[in-house]
């Protein structure tokens, strides 16, 4: 809700008789102005403002010859608002009287060169918020230079580029106002921090793959000295079990010895049998 400073807090001149209210059916939209002191001096404090309302009320009324100070509201760098015509009333800055009817007029008090504060367009956003309920079919928000039939450089680059973002659009966040310096550093920070995390990911999965391939070739390495060792006592079992009998000495002590087979004959040893044995002795002797 914005709290509209009256015409009492500048000590405002009354009105002569002018145009009336505004035709709630044929207004469009808002448009913003600037007023074009070609100073750079800033009028930033309270009393500074009401001084510079003063000033201009009087060259409109008395320059001019208009009935009173152009404008419907002025907002200021504090963001404080200023009733000047009031919202109801028809202005008489925007050109002739067919623009006039058919938009309102906002005054941003900035001078040459000069941004638009955050407390600026915060209320100049609430001050359109207003605007639109009395004037539902006003959406639209223009810079002084796009509607005036004479050509001018109101309200100036900054609040011009300021509409064109969208910054006095009711419902715009604040977290949006950036120059473009700022979106573009905002972009570098966004990218280098986007490049170390790619960099740092990079490095820690080759750390891990790394680490994944060296526990791969230990256990290929276990698994191929397991199988050779088990290959090789197969491949011993079956060398002995094809051997020779005269091998048998050399056969691992675990061997079970050669049993007969049954209903066989014993073999005999294959010595001479001598049948006269010498004078004296006995077969079992001789043997």
């Not at 152009?70 to 109801?88: E, F, I, M, P």
């Not at 209320?123 to 207003?130: N, P, S």
């Not at 950036?178 to 966004?190: G, H, S, V």
């Not at 002590?253 to 001479?272: A, F, G, Y």
């Amino acid at each position: 809700m914005v709290n509209y400073l009256p015409r009492s807090a500048w000590n405002a001149r009354p009105p002569k008789d002018g145009p009336g209210n505004l035709t709630v059916s044929r207004v469009e939209g808002a448009v913003i102005h600037w007023p074009g002191t070609g100073s750079t001096k800033v009028i930033h404090t309270q009393a500074a403002v009401a001084s510079a309302l003063r000033g201009w009320q009087d060259y409109h009324m008395d320059t001019r010859g208009w009935s009173d100070i152009a404008y419907q509201v002025a907002v200021d760098q504090s963001g404080r608002a200023w009733t000047l015509r009031g919202l109801r009333t028809q202005s008489g800055a925007n050109g002739d009287n067919d623009v006039n009817e058919r938009y309102g007029a906002i005054l941003l008090v900035l001078v040459t060169g000069e941004q638009p504060s955050a407390a600026m367009k915060a209320t100049t956003r609430a001050v359109i918020a207003d605007f639109r309920k009395l004037y539902p079919r006003g959406t639209a928000i223009r810079p002084h230079s796009a509607v005036r039939p004479e050509p001018t450089d109101c309200p100036g680059d900054p609040a011009r580029a300021a509409i064109a973002r969208g910054d006095f659009t009711p419902g715009h966040s604040e977290d949006d106002d950036m120059t473009p310096a700022q979106m573009q550093e905002l972009k570098n920070f966004i990218e280098a921090r986007s490049q170390a995390y790619a960099l740092w990911v990079h490095k820690q999965l080759r750390r891990d793959l790394t680490a994944v391939v060296k526990a791969y070739a230990l256990d290929i390495k276990n698994y191929e000295r397991q199988t050779d060792a088990a290959d090789a006592a197969r491949a011993a079992a079956a060398v002995w079990a094809t051997a020779p009998k005269n091998l048998a000495a050399d056969a691992p002590s675990q061997q079970e010895p050669e049993v007969p087979e049954p209903n066989t004959d014993p073999k005999l040893e294959d010595q001479p049998l001598d049948p006269f044995p010498p004078v004296g002795t006995s077969a079992s002797e001789s043997e």
